[in-house]
Structure formats: structure tokens, C-alpha cells
């Protein structure tokens, strides 16, 4: 079992930034792949970045892409998700999400395949 939990969210401007992290307790991350997926009001939960075993690879959308970076400590066993030149777009409830087993490919996009998840960390972008 693996509890999950965020921090970091808040109200900043448009080009501003933000650090959420993700700590965990029970297993450690470093045998799991982390993620981290948002929700905005009336929209589907989507991927943003997600980080493999150890750090061995990271994956981003599109959309943050060059603007967010995603890192892990496993002393701490925490992952962190630097958000820079944030955008009023970038507003949601973002969550981080650990997978229960190892992911291959494009399964790591994929909501359905991480097994344990936060509560949720609240990003404003005001323009």
C-alpha cells in the first residue's frame, strides 16, 4: 500500500511558477512509475509527466513540454514537479499517482494504469 501526498499548489500569475511535490509513504517510489495528471473544471483528467523507475526516464505532454520538469529523491522519497512559465491553461487540480506495477510504452499516459493517488493540490494561473 502507498499513501500519496501533495503540496506546493496555489495562486500565482501567468509566467510565474510553482513546485508541487508528492511524498510518500508505505513502498518507495523508486521501484514504480510516478505521475503526475491534472483535472480542470468540466474537463477529463489528463497526463502531464511522469517519471520511471529510479529516474531512469521521463515522459511530458505536449502541452508542458519545455516548461515543466519532473524529478524525484528517493532518500526522501518524494517526486517533484517544477512548473515554470505557467499559463492561465495550466489551472487545475493536479494529482500525483504511483502505479502499482511496472508500466511499458504508452501505458505510463494512461490514468487507468496507476493504482494509487493523492488527494489533489489546487493551481490558479491568473492572466
Known amino acids: 500500500q502507498v499513501q500519496l501526498v501533495e503540496s506546493g499548489g496555489g495562486l500565482v500569475q501567468a509566467g510565474g511558477s510553482l513546485r508541487l511535490s508528492c511524498a510518500a509513504s508505505g513502498r518507495t517510489f523508486s521501484t514504480y512509475t510516478v505521475g503526475w495528471f491534472r483535472q480542470a473544471p468540466g474537463k477529463e483528467r489528463e497526463f502531464v509527466a511522469a517519471?520511471?523507475?529510479?529516474?531512469?526516464?521521463?515522459d511530458y505532454a505536449d502541452s508542458v513540454k519545455g516548461r515543466f520538469t519532473i524529478s524525484g529523491d528517493d532518500a526522501k522519497n518524494t517526486v517533484y514537479l517544477q512548473m515554470n512559465s505557467l499559463k492561465p491553461e495550466d489551472t487545475a487540480v493536479y494529482y500525483c499517482?504511483?502505479?502499482?506495477?511496472?508500466?511499458?510504452?504508452?501505458?505510463?499516459?494512461?490514468?487507468?494504469?496507476?493504482?494509487?493517488w493523492g488527494q489533489g493540490t489546487q493551481v490558479t494561473v491568473s492572466s
Open positions: 517519471i520511471r523507475r529510479s529516474g531512469s526516464s521521463t
Open positions: 499517482a504511483v502505479t502499482g506495477t511496472r508500466v511499458y510504452g504508452d501505458y505510463v499516459y494512461l490514468s487507468s494504469s496507476y493504482a494509487y
